[in-house]
């Protein structure tokens, strides 16, 4: 009774939406099993749920019912690790946020310095995103910007030109550091991405700035995108059809 009234107690003290582990709850190892078995119990009678094996979350309750937790929520052990940042949201649910699509899959991607099998989780599907890039907590809105970019041709529900409009508003939104370490991190994606941003940079600020970017780029390759001259007068010049 005495670890029944504990977990409860515990697992009232977490916020809703939070994924949670047995681990979390900070009891004793010997008593793992009766704190899986309570846990169990409290999903049976709705009061926590499960969102896979082992994670587990206090449903946030609205008008449609249940709620899911945030997807940060469900990856969080993937983004960070003893305080280090190990990962960063990238693609479907990134795109939705900045306003490049309305749909958001049940796959989640997440960008890592190191080669990731995917795995399930729940309903959801994780992915992993190479980033040759140092990943830090100043530099992932930039990386996810990037990865936009390199992932254009995949953006669900939107053109290739209407998702091109809308990566030059945000680059326009940049102030001069951020413009600056987003030429930097470039370096390292592949030459569309560079051709792409040396465009669009081009555009928005001229000749000057996009040099950089431009010195990098064999001059014999062309990058096969699928944009409007009239979206992006640079193209001929990158070599970007």
Do not use: C
């Given at each position: 009774m005495v670890i029944t009234r504990e977990v409860q107690r515990l697992v009232e003290n977490f916020q809703p939406d939070c994924v949670f582990t047995y681990q979390d709850l900070n009891l004793p190892t010997e008593r793992s099993e009766s704190v899986i078995k309570m846990l169990n119990r409290l999903v049976s009678e709705g009061v926590i749920a499960k969102i896979s094996k082992g994670r587990f979350y206090k449903p946030k309750q609205s008008v449609f019912g249940a709620l899911k937790p945030k997807q940060e929520e469900i990856v969080k052990d993937?983004?960070?690790?003893?305080?280090?940042?190990?990962?960063?949201?990238?693609?479907?649910?990134?795109?939705?946020?900045?306003?490049?699509?309305?749909?958001?899959?049940?796959?989640?991607?997440?960008?890592?310095?190191?080669?990731?099998?995917?795995?399930?989780?729940?309903?959801?599907?994780?992915?992993?995103?190479?980033?040759?890039?140092?990943?830090?907590?100043?530099?992932?809105?930039?990386?996810?910007?990037?990865?936009?970019?390199?992932?254009?041709?995949?953006?669900?529900?939107?053109?290739?030109?209407?998702s091109c409009k809308r990566i030059l508003a945000i680059i326009r939104e940049l102030d001069k550091e951020?413009?600056?370490?987003?030429?930097?991190?470039?370096?390292?994606?592949?030459?569309?991405?560079?051709?792409?941003?040396?465009?669009?940079?081009?555009?928005?600020?001229?000749?000057?700035?996009?040099?950089?970017?431009?010195?990098?780029?064999?001059?014999?390759t062309t990058y096969k995108v699928g944009i409007d001259e009239q979206v992006l007068p640079q193209i001929k010049k990158w070599r970007i059809e």
């Open positions: 993937l983004l960070e690790k003893d305080g280090e940042i190990i990962g960063y949201m990238t693609g479907y649910s990134v795109f939705n946020r900045l306003g490049l699509t309305t749909q958001v899959p049940n796959i989640i991607q997440i960008g890592t310095n190191i080669r990731k099998n995917k795995k399930k989780r729940g309903m959801f599907t994780i992915s992993f995103v190479l980033q040759p890039n140092p990943i830090t907590k100043e530099n992932i809105t930039l990386l996810q910007l990037l990865d936009a970019i390199r992932f254009i041709k995949e953006i669900p529900d939107a053109t290739i030109n209407q951020e413009t600056e370490k987003v030429l930097t991190l470039a370096d390292k994606y592949p030459p569309m991405v560079r051709a792409m941003l040396g465009a669009m940079v081009e555009n928005i600020y001229g000749t000057n700035k996009a040099i950089s970017l431009w010195n990098t780029l064999n001059p014999l």
